[in-house]
């Protein structure tokens, strides 16, 4: 079946630059999501891209698409204290219309 | 006041209890979704309803009974539950089902943290 795979953990340095991957098994896909669950919150959408594209920027966020690979992944520059979240990687497959998630990576900020 | 909102926000029951989780929607979307969140885990669709109607109900034990009385509020009724099914749960809405013609962005309530002894 279709799988979202992810590492659970990131540690990165204030100020330093953040890249969070993400594996996807089904080429079908429609459009990738990146979504952002910060403490005692729901998740909230941080952004998305079409599966016809292979980046996209949007302030501090960069998205890179590799669709030979089935490879996502988020860069946060100049990471901040407020970035600290769990970051969830997120597929719509074309067959059914359901979002297929991956497990979350939390991101941890050292001083 | 949020888009969706859940309560209680957390509850303790014990395996023969029974109890509801509620969900209200304030962005007028036609689809609302039950998701339970284990940590460590990707999250598990539980079930979708369409303008009031089940569309979705993956394989969800009967202990789980949901109900969407219209648009806006989804209920999920809870019975004789396990300590497996001790979770975050999540209700989340979107303009139309997720996947078709628009971003399929969801819209998500902050959980209900349900403990079962």
């Known amino acids: 079946g279709e799988d979202v795979e992810q590492s659970l953990f990131l540690s990165v340095r204030e100020g330093d630059s953040s890249v969070i991957n993400c594996t996807y098994t089904?080429?079908?896909?429609?459009?990738l999501y990146w979504y952002k669950q910060e403490p005692g919150a729901g998740l909230q959408l941080l952004t998305y891209?079409?599966?016809n594209m292979d980046m996209k920027q949007d302030q501090r966020l960069t998205v890179l698409l590799n669709k030979k690979d089935k490879h996502l992944s988020l860069r946060i520059a100049d990471t901040q204290t407020g970035d600290s979240a769990i970051y969830f990687c997120?597929?719509?497959?074309?067959?059914?219309?359901?979002?297929?998630w991956g497990a979350g990576t939390k991101l941890i900020i050292k001083p | 006041e949020t888009g969706v909102t859940q309560t209680p926000r957390h509850l303790v029951m014990g395996m023969t209890n029974k109890k509801s989780l509620k969900c209200e929607q304030h962005?007028?979307?036609?689809?609302m979704y039950w998701y339970k969140q284990s940590a460590k885990k990707p999250l598990e669709l539980m079930f979708v309803?369409?303008?009031?109607?089940?569309?979705e109900n993956n394989s969800v034990p009967s202990r789980f009974s949901p109900e969407c009385p219209n648009s806006s509020h989804l209920f999920l009724h809870l019975h004789t539950l396990q300590p497996e099914d001790s979770a975050l749960y999540l209700c989340?809405?979107?303009?139309?089902?997720?996947?078709?013609?628009?971003?399929?962005?969801?819209?998500f309530g902050e959980g209900s943290r349900l403990t079962v002894l």
């Open positions: 309803y369409n303008f009031k109607e089940q569309t």
């Open positions: 891209i079409f599966s």
């Open positions: 989340a809405s979107s303009q139309g089902l997720a996947g078709t013609s628009n971003t399929g962005e969801l819209f």
């Open positions: 997120a597929e719509t497959v074309a067959s059914n219309y359901q979002l297929i």
């Open positions: 089904d080429s079908s896909s429609t459009y």
């Open positions: 962005l007028g979307h036609n689809a």
